[in-house]
């Protein structure tokens, strides 16, 4: 069993920046691929960012890539997600995933192939 706790949510303007942390628990999380979704008001749930165990392989849907930054911290069981210029629409809750059953994430599989998943964290871009 898996537990992903997020944080690092809130409210920013336009144009800022935001980190995101998850925090996961166990001692085998350098083994997980992990990743970061989100969930917008009256949306699906969309994938936003995924990292190999390494960290030797990073994937970003379009809609983020130029402006985020995915890694992680093996040593503290954390991955991050730097988010930059910020939109409006990315206001959205955010959700960390964990892949268990692999050091990859999987683009073409449902969810990437995650399949632990925190609670998320409310990020709110005021215009």
């Known amino acids: 069993q898996v537990q992903l706790v997020e944080s690092g949510g809130g409210l920013v303007q336009a144009g800022g920046s935001l980190r995101l942390s998850c925090a996961a628990s166990?001692?085998?999380?350098?083994?997980?691929?992990m990743g970061w979704f989100r969930q917008a008001p009256g949306k699906e749930r969309e994938f936003v960012a995924a990292?190999?165990?390494?960290?030797?392989?990073?994937y970003y849907a379009d809609s983020v890539k130029g402006r985020s930054a995915i890694w992680r911290d093996n040593a503290k069981n954390t991955v991050y997600l730097q988010m930059n210029s910020l939109k409006p629409e990315d206001t959205a809750v955010y959700y960390c995933a964990a892949n268990t059953d692999s050091g990859s994430y999987y683009p073409g599989a449902r969810d990437y192939g995650m399949d632990y998943w925190g609670k998320g964290t409310l990020v709110t871009v005021s215009a």
């Open positions: 166990g001692s085998t999380f350098s083994s997980y691929a």
């Open positions: 990292i190999s165990w390494s960290g030797g392989r990073r």
